[in-house]
């Protein structure tokens, strides 16, 4: 390659030409699936023969390789989303063992010992394999929706619901509404179990770096220095769990609490791009790998709507991501603190007294969630006081903070058991 395209193309150029030529002729062999796009259609077939040298027009493709073409094309927006997400790739030679058996799926040759399969070389056919199993979420049981105290199941079901369509979600609203919860409870039901599950908490000095990948210092055991190694973040760990072989039927779920806490363009960088077009890949900055968001992989983030200090989310963010409320004032979370009680069997007394609050505060966004009193604690010889004097009264304070309101006086419990004896 330096020799002959000496002055013709450039480093990045000759390393990808390189490449495309190794895998033209080692990695291609007789008997391979072969694919290509043509007038927006995706053409299949088998290779045939070997890599030959041959004069053509132009000299654009003195390099060839007999093929047998199958009569039937495929339109590519009706491509499954993985072929598509590989055929996004730029780059003329891509190698798409990873989407073989939906490739077999369109053309039907899924019986190795068919010719079709062999290529008619009398070579051995290949190990059968297993069929692909078909990527999708559990149902909302009833014993879920007890267990998470959400009177309405079919709410539930739309969560399930809004996660096959947008594949990333969040939940916002006041602190204490459950947020955090909610989403670790879902992700482990619909992803099978905590493996399958990472969480991570955005702030303010997040980076891409932290969030997917870049190049961080490592100490060397032996001689204690230190270099810059390119390390995967929680976004590409699980990407690459989520498409090993055996896994792509199972749903992954990223948890991100407090998203609204970083700068979200300089933290997902090129990544806004995948959240919203789930069938292409982009290069990435520091690897310079293809990557795409496998479709196995699902985001769910939690927002807190009561910190001021945290900018809004961007238009775009809000176009990538499904938003659901949990608010006191509405259900499932207004009358969750209710049933809580009522199952551990205790007096529902907290529960009116947390509805007047949230009668006489003002602003929706700062609401106070029922997690405060869903503790042990509070139950204990004065552990309500306890925790309506150093948990829920000093957040009302910061919010009438500078309007010379007696906070106690408006908000106390004994001002609250007066209007509600």
């Known amino acids: 390659m330096e020799d002959g395209y000496e002055g013709a193309a450039s480093y990045n150029q000759k390393r990808g030409l390189v490449d495309e030529l190794h895998a033209f002729l080692t990695q291609m062999r007789i008997g391979d699936t072969v694919a290509t796009i043509g007038d927006g259609s995706l053409h299949i077939g088998r290779i045939t023969g070997d890599a030959v ?23 590519y927006e009706e491509l499954p989303e993985e072929v598509q997400q590989k055929l996004s790739v730029q780059h003329d030679v891509v190698d798409l063992t990873g989407v073989l058996d939906a490739l077999d799926g369109l053309t039907g040759q899924t019986d190795p010992t068919t010719p079709a399969a062999t290529g008619d070389t009398g070579e051995h056919p290949a190990v059968e394999r297993p069929g692909q199993r078909e990527l999708s979420l559990p149902h909302i049981t009833e014993e879920l929706a007890a267990d998470l105290l959400v009177h309405d199941q079919a709410w539930l ?62 100490e060397d055991p032996e001689t204690r220095e230190v270099a810059f190694r390119l390390t995967a973040g929680p976004l590409r760990e699980l990407a690459d769990l989520a498409l090993r072989e055996g896994n792509r039927h199972i749903p992954h779920f990223l948890i991100i609490d407090e998203i609204n806490r970083a700068n979200l363009a300089k933290v997902f960088g090129e990544l806004y791009f995948l959240l919203e077009y789930r069938t292409r ?57 209710a049933r809580w009680l009522k199952r551990e069997g205790r007096d529902v007394e907290p529960a009116r007294l947390l509805d007047a609050l949230n009668t006489r505060i003002d602003d929706a966004d700062f609401a106070i969630g029922p997690s405060y009193l869903m503790k042990p604690g509070v139950y204990r010889d004065g552990g309500l006081e306890r925790t309506w004097r150093t948990k829920i009264l000093p957040l009302l304070e910061e919010h009438h903070y500078g309007e010379g309101l007696d906070v106690t006086a408006r908000y106390g419990l004994d001002s609250l058991r007066e209007q509600h004896p």
């Open 53 to 75: 040298q041959t004069s053509s027009p132009g000299g654009l493709s003195n390099l060839r390789r007999t093929v047998a073409w199958m009569p039937q094309s495929h339109a």
């Open 157 to 218: 079901e739309e969560m399930r619901e809004l996660l096959i369509d947008e594949r990333q979600l969040v939940l916002y609203g006041p602190p204490g509404t459950g947020k955090t919860y909610l989403a670790m409870k879902l992700a482990e039901y619909f992803g099978g179990g905590p493996e399958q599950v990472k969480i991570v908490q955005f702030h303010p000095s997040y980076a891409y770096e932290d969030f997917f990948e870049g190049f961080r210092p490592v």
């Open 281 to 337: 890949s982009v290069r990435l900055t520091y690897s310079g790998d293809d990557f795409a968001l496998p479709p196995n992989l699902f985001v769910i983030g939690t927002m807190n709507t009561a910190d001021r200090s945290i900018a809004l989310v961007d238009a775009a963010m809000r176009r990538r991501f499904a938003f659901v409320e949990l608010s006191p004032r509405t259900e499932p979370t207004a009358g969750l603190l």
